[in-house]
């Protein structure tokens, strides 16, 4: 199946790296916070991060007491940063496809992905050698776009809103149909995989995980007061994030 | 909390017999296929059905080998005509609203629930007495509608549509507002709750179900040549099915 390595692109490259440099964006406000909200207590822990990109995530895994961290990544441009920026002797970078973890060999007590399922084909593949990756019990957690962002099929607005430009309504047209789509973030052609809520827990029951924790970031009152924009997501959340665990 | 019994309404009563009368309808195609597909080999089954309605479940559980069926609903009117249609000596109904589980004492293998849930406010306290009433390793299997329905706050149009009528978009507006809904259905004032995904999902592995299998029924190509209106659904699914286990 392809595996997509838009993160080489130069052009998309520098958009990312400026969003990631905002000081507030929806990753910081949403993603992040849902994220470290679902994490064990790391002190000892073996992890494994997939989609590592410019390694934040494993830098503050170690600070947190992990004991290893193996960060694997499509993106050379990518890694380049990671190893730069957030080096440290617990931390393994490498360059590899999500899709390609059969490569690895040995045994960790969590697996974690930040927004980087929904670029995956064959995210049924990977969750197989997730859990085989896993110790017994081992924790599972990951981030992705929620459903109701990636079912949007580009062929008409994504919303429309109010006279106040308040968001109304969603198009969800083909929330049903799964697969393939094609979007415009920075450069044209990005290619991202819709599947439906239940396609995305079904995998992991019938991989042998037990989900513990569903959650979908929505702003509380502070928060719309500090970044009204923010309120449109009372409309839909942008992410999902799951945490399970190996049965 | 309150506790709705919009079925002893005479003119919602009549409306609904006829829907549920009909050849063809979104329970027949969607619902009802689903929550079948859902259930175990029901043979020597205690099973407790919750929101019973006409008893059309509650016999059928029979004919497929259950050894006890219970069936409980907060209308009296609706538990006559289950009497007078869908009697058989292993049957007991009950009236009794789902609110008042904690009135029954007993364990039964098997509790399901058809499209009842939405008129819950308390569902936390009803899944809390659902595993005080199962076995161990017991069921617990319910439709309900989908979250993507609820949320609809009905201060606008539910939909919008294309030229050719076909829906587009779907008014959201307030996903992340759980909580009470008025809508008009035969008659005006039925209450329902909305709540998230995640919501529904988190109450039930925080009252130590692990769940195994969900289900967001769309139609498939035959099913949409053959009813073409249902083509809709590929919008979004109406409904949502759970099939969970007490751990």
């Given at each position: 199946m392809a595996k997509q390595?838009?993160?080489?692109?130069e052009e998309f490259f520098d958009g990312y790296k400026k969003l990631r440099d905002q000081e507030v964006n929806a990753n910081i406000l949403f993603e992040i916070p849902a994220l470290k909200s679902l994490l064990?207590?790391?002190?000892g822990l073996k992890v494994l991060d997939l989609?590592?990109?410019?390694g934040e995530h494993c830098i503050e895994y170690v600070n947190q007491g992990a004991s290893k961290v193996v960060g694997i990544d499509i993106s050379e441009k990518m890694l380049e940063v990671a190893k730069a920026e957030n080096s440290d002797p617990k931390i393994t970078y490498r360059l590899l496809?999500?899709?390609?973890?059969?490569?690895l060999d040995e045994k960790f007590d969590l697996v974690i992905s930040s927004l980087?399922?929904?670029?995956?084909?064959?995210y049924k593949g990977v969750v197989a050698n997730i859990s085989r990756l896993l110790s017994d019990k081992g924790l599972f957690i990951f981030s992705q776009e929620h459903p109701l962002a990636t079912a949007?099929?580009?062929?008409?607005?994504?919303w429309t809103r109010d006279d106040n430009g308040v968001?109304?309504?969603?198009?969800?047209?083909?929330?049903g149909v799964e697969g393939e789509r094609r979007s415009t973030w920075f450069?044209?052609?990005?290619q991202k995989y819709h599947r439906t809520f239940s396609t995305v827990l079904n995998t992991l029951f019938e991989s042998g995980f037990s989900v513990e924790k569903i959650i979908e970031p929505i702003p509380d009152e502070a928060m719309i007061e500090k970044?009204?924009?923010?309120?449109?997501l009372l409309h839909k959340p942008d992410f999902l994030l799951v945490r399970a665990r190996k049965a």
């Open positions: 390595n838009i993160f080489d692109n064990p207590d790391m002190k989609g590592c990109g410019f496809p999500m899709e390609d973890l059969d490569q980087a399922f929904h670029y995956i084909e064959d949007y099929t580009g062929d008409m607005d994504r968001k109304q309504y969603v198009n969800l047209r083909n929330y450069v044209d052609g990005i970044y009204p924009d923010e309120y449109d």
